[in-house]
Antibody, heavy 122, light 108 residues
Framework: QLQLQESGPGLVKPSETLSLTCTVS??????????WGWIRQPPGKGLEWIGI???????YYNASLKSRVTMSVDTSKNQFSLKLNSVTAADTAVYYC??????????????WGQGTLVTVSS | SYVLTQPPSVSVAPGKTASITCGGN??????VHWYQQKPGQAPVLVVY???DRPSGIPERFFGSASGNTATLTISRVEAGDEADYYC???????????FGGGTKVTVL
């Protein structure tokens, strides 16, 4: 059974960089059939797609966050990571990592981590 | 970019049928997926490719689409179906994953 687990600081100061890592177990991140992604959810609000990364390092980012987002992958550790710089209180959210299955016709997140709350506050 | 519109809330009595809509321009030509999210939990995929279900999801969950509206139908609603539901598509033009705003389903 595939499992994803987010890790990283739960508190980040304004203007600093949010850094999270997702560890994948029960399957290899080094798989041509999937992308690996990040989604966030501000308290009491809906889901917002942040971006996805392929095992080879190719990325697609949400245009609204693109200038502040960097994603990377470490296949040797079966992990992928998110960095979001210049954070403000608006970046306070539960951050989820997830696996994205894809074809020519769709992209769907079929496995999710449990999520981790990141609060931006001084 | 592509926009998905969901009603904020839907109420349904136990044993009845709930219909959750997701509006989008010519959404019938898109592949729509649906997620269930219970309080304090991560979203769970319940319908993908409009009408397929992952292993373990009951047949009571069914997806369909026509024109500008996609619908998640939950038949014989149970108390355990109370949750937020999100629709999702992939916008080919922008290469973005798009989520609807979510619908809170309340079982009366």
């Amino acid at each position: 059974q595939l499992q994803l687990q987010e890790s990283g600081p739960g508190l980040v100061k304004p203007s600093e960089t949010l850094s999270l890592t997702c560890t994948v177990s029960g399957g290899s991140i080094n798989n041509i059939s999937y992308f690996w992604g990040w989604i966030r959810q501000p308290p009491g609000k809906g889901l917002e797609w942040i971006g996805i990364i392929y095992y080879s390092g190719g990325t697609y980012y949400n245009a609204s966050l693109k200038s502040r987002v960097t994603m990377s992958v470490d296949t040797s550790k079966n992990q992928f990571s998110l960095k979001l710089n210049s954070v403000t209180a608006a970046d306070t959210a539960v951050y989820y990592c997830a696996r994205l299955s894809y074809s020519d016709y769709f992209r769907v997140f079929d496995y999710w981590g449990q999520g981790t709350l990141v609060t931006v506050s001084s | 970019s592509y926009v998905l519109t969901q009603p904020p809330s839907v109420s349904v009595a136990p044993g009845k049928t709930a219909s959750i809509t997701c509006g989008g321009n010519n959404i019938a030509y898109e592949t729509v997926h649906w997620y269930q999210q219970k309080p304090g939990q991560a979203p769970v995929l319940v319908v993908y490719g409009e009408s397929d279900r992952p292993s373990g999801i009951p047949e009571r969950f069914f997806g369909s689409a026509s024109g500008n509206t996609a619908t998640l139908t939950i038949s014989r609603v149970e108390a355990g179906d109370e949750a937020d539901y999100y629709c999702q598509v992939w916008d080919r033009d922008s290469d973005h994953v798009i989520f609807g705003g979510g619908t809170k389903v309340t079982v009366l």
